[in-house]
């Protein structure tokens, strides 16, 4: 034990904060020239003074009086004549922080700002100028699950008010928490921050200004704290708190027991003001003395050593000196403050303050506090009644300038004269008996307080800082003591941190030697607070647990926090320390361990003589368990050296052994002894089965034989090139210190294996039993050899069962022998005293193959778990039919229900095999999840999943497959067929598979599979689980629209319709509706279709992606209107759009939701079809009245219309959108408003309009048998959409086929035109528009078509004036296809004439329109063709 640096934090945003303190730079390195400058005075440092210090101890700069400038510099491992250097004793090797280039360059920063750091270390501030920054402690937990602690930014900003003022110095202290049950921890920290100003303000952990007071006008040097400390001795004068505040020429005192009870005040009025919304209250100023420090010509440091009292000599001694000969002196000896200054003219000079004020009390702080809040309550109170002042009455006196009291002189005693050298800081120790300093010569002077001397100096210390710890001695280190029980004595270290050097050095106190050196970074800062919590006393502090640190190592490169332990018995002396040579023989030892190139002989001698010459048992023990813990000693050492110490011990007298340490040895002695047999019978082979072995396997080999094909299967999906490490491979020897580390011996004798990782229990597990199951290692002898060592038998059955299961791709490689080798160590360890009870309740089952049990149906390889299953179950039954021979007739029943849960078992675990064997199945490349490892499934997980879970977890490999709906239903189908008629099944299934022989062989697995889970796997399960699988991936990529489409068609192929329903409900209220609502108040919004950019800041998804879901959210729709139809009427639901289906009625049976009966335990959350029967029914119209919102938008999108959709609805029809479809809502009724029904008008003639422009021109009508897409702008179902919208808008049906017919010949579609007129019931007016379009087709024929010829011209000219004039009249330029063929045209006409009657205001020119076209077409040369 030496000592060492603990990393115990780690500081966050150390970038955030250097950016900020020095954001209004130019330079981002804000100390690089100063770090310049350091370094080139680094290089040109003369070190003759620290090569010369230890021959020449009056130095020519030293003229301060010392008393000791030298000492012996004899290492205190010397004694023992040990011939290593002195410096190999320090631990410089076990903290040693790696600088890198980078970190150099940005980590000088921090050295011009002040740091500190609260002494609890749960709040770290960094401030410069005038920012600062606060950062609080938080726990995290790091990538190994430990939790560790960290500062992270809490506050930053400007703290000062005034201008031109910055901070100066800061501290941080933590305040007691006042309740009972609290245990030592800080209820807040204060800030108190002092500036160039002389302002003193006190801050809370977010920056609130608490107070603020001017106590000087000149800069504030330093600020320094006192806190309560626990006398060690009755003789000790009992400190009172205190905050001490330096000013070039001043100090100021505040009592700390006032300054808490004002703090806590003023912190509960601000969480007061900031509750109730007012302003905060000036509190009272604080009381404190102000000192003028004289004769003294400059003071940078101070420190307040406190209330001290001189024996009754010293007084005597001073009154003369002071007084002369005839000086008087008093009875009592007065109490004084002392304060030591460092700075110059003198080096360090002494104060002492007279105590003759008393402290202010609590009652005084809390009058003083309440009329102040009294007078400001009573201010506010004047101005709601009309009684207050004018403010600027008020103004001027709060802009002046507060009042500085003057301060009261004090002389300095004595001092340290050095004309030439000056203090730069002083740290006064723990117990207020010593005081470092340092000076501008590079020296560190150590200071006796009381008597105020230097007792010794160190050289070479530029920019040193300084702090101290304090170690208390550990209980139980002096109960050797023949006397009474001696009190517990405290050392004191000082710890000096050399930045010039980069190093971190720990010497013990006051003539101690180096007991600690650490190698750090140059630019760390060393915090040291030198008080604990402000607030305790007496009283409050007992039974609390201080957490403080006391010094701690800030390292701005790596952002670390580092804490320095030093043991105490570092402090004792050398020769009177035997704990010290057993401490130095350890380390010996530690260093012969770490050596890699030490001869196995060497090392087993050393070892041997170090753990003999040892005399602390405690040491012993550690030196014991390190040797042990070793990787690199061999059996044979380790062995040997244990068995030397036990001997040792059995020489002794038993008296004088401790019995802890002696049973360690025996223990460890007893396990190296198993290890060694372990090894020795891995190297024997006894493969030669026992006969009855080989009669109990007769039905195993059928089995084996059944499953091979499976087996085979498995092992060829499994089997994947996979990266691992040697040190992780399971074959690898098992070191000692491993196997001792998990097995642990009881004092009855027993061995017991503790479980650690699952590493190192396949671990061992390896080495005790896979040689049996591999044939290498005789099975009898082995299960002997670890029954004798006192292992019971269930642990072993444990570690077998870890091992079998874990290397499952080992047992697959040779199945057959492992099997076997497996059935006799089962049966083996079955008959190990205490591994199946002769005696167990016929009515219950067997522990022991209930532990097997348990470990297969909890395990991930199903085909480990399926092999141990079969062979346990034969092992079972041999051993209950042997128990069953020897009892009666009517315990039987016991072994039909231990028969039973076998067989159950080996069920599950096939069906296990096969579904886990579908999951191996990889994806396509390019699918869904190309590249994912399946998930891996567990019996125990399956039954924990409900009853759905089976149907989840395929269909979750319907999606790593990628598999589209149409193919799936045609797997399932051969499934059905296949169950039908195996022959027949067997060529319908080629309709239904691709070519592919891998998708062939995919789709027998499935198919097997479904069979295996007749139930659980049913094709509306399925289908639903597949549906609900989709549209949650959808919901993870929203563009993905092709998972949404696919899980509305995968609903669709759901039979039943209570399924449908609830599916359709749920899908709709968890998913759909939010985005849905989105998109349709973005389409208000802007009244148009949406651009990519709108979609995807409101919706979420881009344009194409949203076209898509709108599309399928009215597939949704409808099919949840045409299920609810099903459900109540039984027919179309569009046919009785008058009626209301508000709940789904008992007309159509629900379905049966079965389990197979092997797996009917399972207990998990509700399935996803037992979640769809709960749902409600909906309420039809509501239903409706969406799925014409959905359609509207959705054309809209498609067609890139402009449109407001909500705008078509009346004020019911808007409120009745986007709520619950179960709700009974108040929906739009009678005749709609004639402006909103030409409005629907408008819009659904323009969405045809679009539709006939989406389709190829006139091309397309000669090729009219060729089938539309099903989905798209040129989707065939549009006319018949806005058809159906048009008689649910109230919007005339006739005009919108008319327009239909009208746009169809304006494209020259004229085959589909016919269609469609034949639905058209006002042929008059049709007819009126179609002569105008032909008229329009004959004008271009005549007069605007470039192939004009002279037929035509004569044509024209034997027209009849009528006709002429009015095709002249015409504008051909509103056709869209003018050039269609005469033929068309003529037709055209003629269905004119059929179509209008002969009464007809436009008959007659119909008739003129047909013999022109007749004289066209029969005409030789004027022909027209599609241009």
């Not at 809209?1196 to 179960?1222: E, I, Q, V, W, Y």
Request: proline letters at 6%; hydrophobic letters at 40%; one cysteine or more.
């Amino acid at each position: 034990m030496s000592c060492c640096l603990v990393d115990f934090c780690r500081v966050q945003e150390l970038r955030t904060v250097r950016e900020f303190l020095f954001q209004n730079d130019k330079t981002s390195e804000p100390a690089e020239e100063k770090d310049h400058t350091a370094g080139e005075n680094e290089l040109s440092w003369d070190t003759s003074d620290w090569e010369s210090s230890w021959d020449n101890p009056e130095d020519k700069d030293d003229t301060t009086a010392t008393t000791n400038s030298t000492w012996d510099t004899s290492d205190w491992e010397s004694s023992w004549d040990n011939p290593e250097d002195k410096d190999d004793t320090t631990a410089t090797t076990n903290s040693t922080v790696e600088e890198d280039g980078a970190g150099q360059g940005s980590a000088p920063w921090m050295q011009d700002c002040v740091v500190s750091l609260s002494p609890c270390s749960d709040m770290l501030v960094v401030a410069r100028e005038h920012r600062a920054v606060f950062l609080s402690a938080k726990w995290r937990t790091d990538d190994n699950g430990r939790e560790q602690m960290t500062l992270a930014v809490s506050w930053s900003g400007t703290l000062p008010t005034e201008e031109g003022e910055c901070v100066s110095s800061v501290i941080c202290i933590p305040l007691a928490s006042q309740k009972r049950s609290s245990t030592g921890r800080p209820d807040w920290t204060c800030i108190v921050v002092g500036f160039s100003s002389g302002y003193v303000r006190f801050y809370t952990e977010n920056g609130v200004l608490l107070l603020a007071q001017l106590l000087n006008e000149d800069p504030v040097l330093r600020l320094k704290c006192r806190t309560y400390e626990i006398p060690r001795h009755p003789g000790v004068t009992e400190q009172h708190e205190e905050l001490s505040i330096l000013y070039p020429a001043a100090l100021v005192t505040i009592d700390g027991f006032s300054l808490f009870q004002s703090l806590r005040a003023c912190r509960n009025q601000v969480a007061r003001a900031a509750a109730a919304g007012s302003d905060v209250i000036q509190p009272p100023p604080l009381a404190y003395k102000k000192w003028g420090l004289q004769e003294m010509d400059t003071i940078v440091d101070h420190s307040s050593v406190g209330i001290m009292t001189l024996c009754v000599f010293d007084q005597m001694k001073n009154a003369s000196i002071l007084g002369g000969f005839h000086a008087s002196v008093k009875g009592s000896p007065p109490a004084m403050s002392q304060y030591i200054a460092v700075g110059g003219g003198p080096y360090t000079g002494f104060y002492y303050a007279i105590e003759g004020s008393s402290q202010p009390l609590l009652s005084h702080v809390a009058l003083a506090v309440a009329s102040k809040l009294t007078s400001a309550l009573f201010s506010a109170a004047s101005g709601w009644l009309g009684w207050k002042k004018n403010q600027s009455e008020e103004e001027p006196a709060q802009k002046q300038k507060p009042k500085v009291e003057a301060a009261t002189p004090l002389g300095v005693r004595f001092g340290l004269p050095d004309s030439r050298r000056h203090g730069e800081s002083i740290c006064l120790s723990p117990c207020n008996t010593l005081a470092g300093v340092t000076d501008d010569f590079g020296r560190v002077t150590l200071l006796d307080v009381a008597r105020g001397i230097a007792i010794r100096m160190w050289k070479g210390y530029r920019d040193a800082q300084l702090g101290w710890v304090q170690v208390s001695e550990r209980r139980g280190e002096r109960e050797s003591s023949p006397s009474a029980p001696l009190p517990r004595r405290h050392a004191q270290f000082l710890v000096i941190y050399a930045p010039r050097r980069g190093i971190l050095e720990v010497w013990g106190t006051q003539q101690g030697p180096r007991v600690g050196a650490f190698t750090v970074g140059k630019h760390c800062r060393l915090l040291y607070a030198g008080y604990r919590l402000m607030g305790v006393n007496s009283v409050t502090s007992q039974g609390w647990q201080l957490h403080t640190q006391q010094v701690c190592l800030l390292d701005p490169t790596t952002g670390g926090l580092r804490t320095i332990t030093v043991p105490f018995h570092l402090a004792l002396s050398d020769k009177k320390s035997e704990r010290a040579k057993d401490m130095h023989l350890l380390k010996r030892l530690a260093t012969l361990l770490r050596s890699r190139e030490v001869e196995p002989d060497i090392l087993e001698s050393e070892a041997k003589s170090v753990l003999l010459e040892i005399k602390h048992p405690a040491i012993k023990k550690q030196a014991l368990e390190s040797l042990l813990s070793n990787k690199n000693a061999p059996i044979s050492c380790l062995t040997n050296v244990t068995r030397a110490l036990h001997n040792s011990f059995k020489e002794r007298d038993p008296e004088a052994v401790d019995e802890a340490l002696l049973q360690l040895c025996s223990s460890q002695l007893k396990l190296l002894q198993l290890y060694s047999d372990i090894q020795q019978l891995q190297s024997a082979t006894d493969t030669e089965p026992c006969p009855e072995a080989v009669e109990s396997l007769e039905g195993l080999e059928v089995e084996l034989s059944r499953l091979a094909p499976t087996l085979e299967r498995y092992a060829q999906l499994t089997t994947r090139p996979s990266v691992s490490f040697a040190q992780d491979s399971p074959d690898r020897p098992l070191p000692a210190r491993t196997f001792l580390s998990q097995l642990e011996c009881a004092e009855t004798g027993e061995v017991n294996v503790v479980r650690g990782s699952d590493t190192d229990w396949n671990q061992l597990g390896s080495f005790l039993l896979w040689g049996c199951l591999c044939g290498d290692s005789p099975i009898h002898s082995v299960c002997d050899t670890l029954q004798q060592a006192g292992i019971s038998p269930q642990q072993l059955l444990s570690l077998l069962l870890s091992v079998w299961l874990h290397r499952e791709k080992d047992v697959l490689k040779k199945p057959e022998m492992t099997a076997r080798n497996l059935h006799a160590l089962l049966t083996a360890l079955s008959n190990m005293k205490g591994a199946v009870e002769a005696s167990w309740d016929p009515q219950s089952l067997s522990p022991w193959w209930q532990q097997v049990r348990g470990a297969c149906v909890q395990s991930h390889s199903p085909a480990a778990a399926l092999l141990a299953a079969l062979v346990a179950h034969r092992a079972a039954k041999t051993n209950i039919t042997s128990l069953g021979d020897s009892k009666l007739q009517a315990e039987w029943e016991a072994v039909s229900l231990e028969l039973e849960q076998w067989a159950v078992c080996v069920r599950q675990l096939e069906d296990m095999l096969a579904l886990q064997t579908l999951l191996w199945v990889p994806p396509p490349p390019h699918g869904a999840a190309s590249g994912s490892t399946p998930p891996q499934y567990s019996v125990k997980t399956l039954l924990e999943g409900g009853r759905g879970g089976i149907a989840d977890s395929v269909s979750k490999w319907v999606f790593r497959q990628d598999l589209a709906p149409a193919r799936l239903a045609g797997i399932l189908q051969r499934r059905a067929e296949k169950q039908a008629d195996d022959s027949s099944g067997g060529e319908e299934a080629k309709d239904h598979t691709q070519p592919d022989a891998e998708l062939d062989r995919t789709a027998e697995l499935l198919v097997t599979v479904c069979q295996r889970f007749p139930d659980s796997l049913s094709a509306d399960l399925l289908y639903a689980h597949c549906c609900w699988e989709y549209v949650v991936q959808w919901n993870k990529d929203p563009e993905e629209g092709r998972f949404l489409c696919w899980a509305v068609d995968h609903l669709k192929l759901v039979s039943s319709p209570h399924i449908q329903l609830g599916i359709s409900s749920m899908m709709w209220s968890t998913f759909i509706v939010k985005r849905f609502s989105a998109a349709a108040f973005l389409m208000e919004k802007v009244g148009k279709a949406p651009k990519d950019r709108l979609c995807r800041r409101d919706v979420g998804m881009g344009d194409k992606a949203l076209t898509s879901f709108l599309g399928s959210c009215a597939q949704l729709l409808q099919i949840l209107m045409e299920v609810t139809g099903v459900l109540v009427y039984n027919h179309c639901p569009l046919s009785f759009i008058n009626h209301y289906a508000d709940s789904a009625v008992e007309e159509v049976a629900l379905p049966e939701l079965c389990v197979e009966e092997v797996w009917g335990g399972a207990e998990g959350p509700a399935s996803l079809a037992e979640l769809a029967l709960e749902q409600k029914g909906v309420h039809y119209p509501l239903v409706q009245h969406h799925c014409l919102l959905a359609s509207l938008l959705h054309a809209t999108m498609t067609f890139s219309l402009r449109l407001k959709p909500l705008s078509l609805f009346d004020s019911k029809g808007k409120n009745a959108f986007f709520r619950d479809l179960t709700s009974i809502q108040l929906m739009p009724s009678g005749d709609m408003d004639p402006s909103l029904i030409s409005l629907r008008q408008e819009f659904l003639l323009r969405v045809l309009t679009a539709w006939v422009q989406a389709l190829d021109d006139v091309a397309e009508a000669s090729a009219s048998t060729t089938p539309l897409p099903a989905s798209g702008p040129r989707a065939d179902w549009w006319p018949s959409l806005c058809q159906e919208l048009a008689s649910l808008l109230q919007v005339n049906t006739d005009v919108v086929k008319r327009h239909l017919v009208c746009e169809l010949y304006n494209q020259g579609l004229d085959p589909r035109a016919e269609e469609v007129m034949m639905e058209v019931e006002d042929k008059d007016v049709l007819g009126s528009q179609l002569l105008v379009l032909t008229g329009q087709r004959l004008s271009y024929s005549l007069l605007h078509s470039q192939a004009q010829t002279q037929s035509a011209m004569e044509l024209l000219a034997r027209l009849p004036p009528t006709l002429c004039t009015w095709l002249k009249a015409m504008d051909p330029s509103e056709l869209r296809c003018p050039s269609v063929p005469l033929a068309q045209s003529s037709r055209l006409v003629s269905r004119l004439i059929e179509i209008l009657p002969e009464n007809h205001a436009q008959y007659s020119l119909a008739l003129h329109l047909m013999e022109a076209v007749d004289a066209l077409t029969t005409g030789p040369t004027l022909t027209t063709h599609p241009t």
